[in-house]
C-alpha cells in the first residue's frame, strides 16, 4: 500500500472541513424533519413526486455545472482549491445536501402514501375452545 503524498494530505485536510459542514447541516435538517413531513403531506402526490425528482437531479446537475465553473474559472489549483473556490465548494455542497434531503423527504411521503393500513382489530378478543392447548 503507498503512502499518502502531501498533496493527497493538502487536500484531505482541505475537504475535511467542507465534510463536516455539510453532515452537520444535514444532521440540522433532520431536527427540521417532522415540520417538513407536515408541510409535504398537505401538497398533492404528484406535486411531491415532480419535486422530489427535480430535487434529485437538479442537485447533482448544479454540483456538476458549480464545479465545472470553478474549474473553469481557475479555482482549482496543483496544491488544491483557493480560498474562494473552497468558499464555492463548500456552498455547492450545502446546496448540494438541502436539495437532496428534500427530495428524499417527498420520495418518503409518497411512499407513506401508499402504505396500506392494517386491518382493524376486533373490538372484543374472543377465546375459542379451539385454539386453547390443553
Same mark, same amino acid.
Given at each position: 500500500?503507498?503512502?499518502?503524498?502531501?498533496?493527497?494530505?493538502?487536500?484531505? #485536510?482541505?475537504?475535511?472541513?467542507?465534510?463536516?459542514?455539510?453532515?452537520?447541516?444535514?444532521?440540522?435538517?433532520?431536527?427540521?424533519?417532522? =415540520?417538513?413531513?407536515?408541510? #409535504?403531506?398537505? =401538497?398533492?402526490?404528484?406535486?411531491?413526486?415532480?419535486?422530489?425528482?427535480?430535487?434529485?437531479?437538479?442537485?447533482?446537475?448544479?454540483?456538476?455545472?458549480?464545479?465545472?465553473?470553478?474549474?473553469?474559472?481557475?479555482?482549482?489549483?496543483?496544491?488544491?482549491?483557493?480560498?474562494? *473556490?473552497?468558499?464555492?465548494?463548500?456552498?455547492?455542497?450545502?446546496?448540494?445536501?438541502?436539495?437532496?434531503? #428534500?427530495? *428524499?423527504?417527498?420520495?418518503?411521503?409518497?411512499?407513506?402514501?401508499?402504505?396500506?393500513?392494517?386491518?382493524?382489530?376486533?373490538?372484543?378478543?374472543?377465546?375459542?375452545?379451539?385454539?386453547?392447548?390443553?
Amino acid at each position: 500500500m503507498a503512502a499518502i503524498g502531501y498533496l493527497e494530505l493538502v487536500i484531505f #485536510l482541505q475537504g475535511l472541513p467542507a465534510l463536516i459542514l455539510w453532515l452537520g447541516y444535514g444532521l440540522w435538517m433532520r431536527k427540521q424533519s417532522e =415540520r417538513l413531513h407536515t408541510k #409535504l403531506l398537505s =401538497r398533492p402526490r404528484n406535486k411531491n413526486i415532480g419535486l422530489g425528482m427535480l430535487g434529485f437531479f437538479g442537485s447533482a446537475a448544479i454540483m456538476l455545472a458549480g464545479l465545472f465553473a470553478i474549474s473553469a474559472l481557475g479555482g482549482m489549483t496543483k496544491s488544491g482549491p483557493s480560498i474562494l *473556490a473552497w468558499i464555492a465548494i463548500a456552498a455547492l455542497g450545502l446546496i448540494f445536501v438541502h436539495l437532496q434531503v #428534500l427530495a *428524499a423527504a417527498n420520495f418518503v411521503v409518497v411512499l407513506e402514501q401508499n402504505v396500506t393500513p392494517p386491518p382493524a382489530k376486533p373490538s372484543q378478543l374472543q377465546d375459542f375452545p379451539e385454539n386453547k392447548n390443553s
